[in-house]
């Protein structure tokens, strides 16, 4: 694709998570209101390194088998943010690598990327995992990390708090 057929899109990344689903949400309504398109990415890789060497070769799910699971994964992403029936302004890519590096090539020449990200830390700050701090620190577009959403937990009130901020690294100006 050439780099004007891509600047009109949002990439996503998706891992199935609460906060990429976030992303993914976010990144629907900011398409709509911009008339871009919405790109959810998942990428994967085969599992085969994580057995031992030892392992029987029923124990380890073939190549093809991960593939269909991780497609499958990225459907059920897509249509829970986007209902049964996704139009033409959301497609779902899926490819083979590491998150990192493939969410980095598929941006190259978006209007943005967006990664949710959960609360970690002493005071639920936010922070980035090790892709989302790979894409932040080499990304050549914008990158917007979307909040999952906070979870109350049983017998807990949470202090009345304004809607999460996505954080943004770059301000694009349109």
């Known amino acids: ?26 990144a629907g309504e900011q398409a709509r209101a911009l008339h871009l398109e919405v790109v959810a990415v998942h990428a994967w890789e085969p599992a085969a390194e994580r057995y031992a060497p030892y ?4 124990a380890c799910p073939t190549a ?10 990225l459907a059920s992403c897509v249509r829970e ?3 049964p029936r996704v139009g033409p302004v959301v497609r779902a890519v899926l490819v083979q690598g590491p998150p990192a590096r493939v969410l ?10 967006a990664l949710g990200h959960e609360a970690h830390g ?21 990158v917007v990390t979307v909040p999952a959403p906070v979870r ?9 708090a304004q809607a999460p901020v996505p954080a943004l690294r770059q301000v694009v100006v349109v």
Do not use: N
């Open 1 to 26: 694709m050439t780099e004007s057929a891509l600047a009109d899109v949002i990439v996503v990344g998706v891992d199935g998570s609460e906060a990429s689903l976030a992303a993914l949400r976010w």
């Open 55 to 58: 392992a029987p070769a029923s």
């Open 64 to 73: 093809a088998d991960q593939r269909d699971r991780a497609a499958q994964l």
């Open 81 to 83: 943010v986007f209902g």
């Open 104 to 113: 980095l090539q598929q941006a190259r020449g978006a209007r943005l990327l």
């Open 122 to 142: 002493q005071w639920e700050r936010p922070a980035a995992g090790a892709v989302g701090r790979e894409c932040l620190r080499y990304s050549t577009v914008p």
């Open 152 to 160: 109350v937990r049983p017998g807990h009130t949470p202090e009345p």
